[in-house]
């Protein structure tokens, strides 16, 4: 590759204590030119741990001045600003000292010494790729995957897609077009977010990722994996009752946000069928009374408000680009694969499952046409 643009990695701390050492050692190794890399840490305090910067300062700064990884730059809070708050605070530095693109690094994960160069050469190359997104494998169990690009199921729910399928299983080309890229290894063009917006902070957790992905789709651009750009991830589940509750007001919010009310007047059948699995599933899980904050969440004015406030600027842009509820859908996967064994239960796998296929074909690929 003859131009190397400037990439600034926004690694997004939140206790990164345990996993520093793997991201240092592979900052060592990086193939592409350190004058054009710039690795921002963005610290997020822990509530138990709390901040990180100490341990930063005395284990990854001096070696950034010594030259022995790229330039680092700390960004310290105050106070956990969530996945695309955090975010935000690297991509405003990025875009203030003219990075041509941001590259999204979680917590607990590390790129192939190779990883920037396929990424910037797709997108250098490709000028309708908004945001491409690493090839993510499982650590230390590196011959399995951990996400081959995410999947939106027509419901809003997300997951990753080949979850621990084996990698000699599996045979894609070097750019593959996806549903959503995942936000812990993905790269993004600034002028994108300069001319479309930072992440949405009112997200916090979960389905922002999605969220984005599906902005740039509605302004015409897409996403995709780059098969040759490798990011490994120590990536564990987490059953967090807090996880749920953002999981589910997230996944009600982006549908409202994308689709048009005839679409969600189609839906609502499915939805109310899915709203007695899900309440079964919570009073099992322990988490129903989480369940009900998420109906008090949405029984609010001040929500409403809030999300519609959002579905006009999405709807906004879906217009001026002529981008349709079926342009839309054609991204969408009819079956519900949640990556953790614990999630997954035969009422699903023989029931939920064949009836969202038949619901899929008939209502979502038959009657939406607009």
Partial sequence: MEHYPRIAIVYLSFHCEPYMDDVVSALKKLTYPRDKVEFIIVDNPHPTH??????????????SEQ????????????????????????????????????????????????????????????????????????????????????????MGFGYCDEYRTKMKDLDFPPVK???????????????????????????FLYHEDFEYSFRLRCAGYRPVLVRDSVFYHKYQFSRSITKFYYMERNRYGVMLMFFKWRTLLLLIPMELALEVGLAI????????????????????????????KKRSFIQAIRKKNKVTDRMLMKAAKADILFQDPSMKNPLLIYVGNPVMRLYYRVVVRGLIWW
């Fill in 50 to 63: 709390g901040p990180s910067v100490r341990y930063i300062e005395d284990h990854v700064l001096p070696l």
């Fill in 67 to 154: 030259g022995i990884i790229p330039h680092v730059t700390l960004l310290a809070q105050k106070e956990n600003l969530g996945f695309s708050g955090g975010n935000n605070e690297g991509i405003k530095w990025a875009i203030d000292q003219g990075f041509d693109y941001v590259y999204f690094h979680n917590n607990d994960g590390f790129v192939a010494a190779n990883a920037l160069e396929p990424l910037a050469k797709v997108m250098e190359e490709d000028k309708t790729i908004g945001v491409s997104q690493s090839l993510m494998l499982l650590h230390p169990e590196t011959d399995l995957v951990n996400s081959t690009g995410n999947s939106f199921h027509f």
């Fill in 177 to 203: 077009d996806i549903s959503y890229a995942s936000g812990a290894a993905l790269m993004m063009r600034t002028s994108l977010l300069q001319e479309y917006g930072l992440w949405d902070e009112d997200f």
């Fill in 281 to 308: 599933f919570a009073l099992k899980g322990g988490w129903f009374k989480k369940r009900l904050d998420i109906y008090a969440y949405w029984l609010k004015p001040s929500s409403w408000k809030l999300w519609l």
